[in-house]
C-alpha cells in the first residue's frame, strides 16, 4: 500500500543538483520522523537520510554528508525534501521516501511506510 509519493527524480551529469520531494497519499506524516534510503541494481536498500518530526535533528550516511540535505516543510511538516549536490556516478539508484520508523532509521526494516520510489541516474 502506497502511503508516500516521490518526485524529482532524474538523469543528470555527475556534479549536478536534484531535489527530490516526499509528499503523503492518505495518510498523514506531520508527527513521524521521515528519511530517504537507495537501492541500486543488484545491492541492499542503504539508508540516506532522516529527520525527525519536528525537522531540527537530521542524520546522515557518511556517504552523502556534506554534500546532501534532509528537511521538511516549515508549516505542516508532512512534505520532505532531499536535496542533492555533486552527484556522483555512485549515486544512482532508485530513491525511497520512509516515515514512522521504529527503531533504528538506519534499517530499513524499521521503517513502517515507504514510496514507490523515483530513479536518479548520474553519468560521468
Known amino acids: 500500500q502506497v502511503q508516500l509519493v516521490e518526485s524529482g527524480g532524474g538523469l543528470v551529469q555527475a556534479g549536478a543538483s536534484l531535489r527530490l520531494s516526499c509528499g503523503e497519499s492518505?495518510?498523514?506524516?506531520?508527527?513521524?520522523?521521515m528519511g530517504w534510503f537507495r537501492q541500486a541494481p543488484g545491492k541492499e536498500r542503504e539508508f540516506v537520510a532522516a529527520i525527525g518530526w519536528r525537522g531540527k535533528n537530521t542524520f546522515y550516511a557518511d556517504s552523502v554528508k556534506g554534500r546532501f540535505i534532509i528537511s521538511r516543510t516549515d508549516d505542516n511538516k508532512n512534505t520532505a525534501f532531499l536535496q542533492m549536490r555533486r552527484l556522483k556516478p555512485e549515486d544512482t539508484a532508485v530513491y525511497y521516501c520512509?516515515?514512522?520508523?521504529?527503531?533504528?532509521?538506519?534499517?530499513?526494516?524499521?521503517?513502517?511506510?515507504w514510496g514507490q520510489g523515483t530513479q536518479v541516474t548520474v553519468s560521468s
Open positions: 520512509a516515515a514512522d520508523p521504529k527503531g533504528r532509521v538506519e534499517n530499513a526494516t524499521t521503517w513502517e511506510a
Open positions: 492518505g495518510r498523514t506524516f506531520a508527527t513521524f520522523p
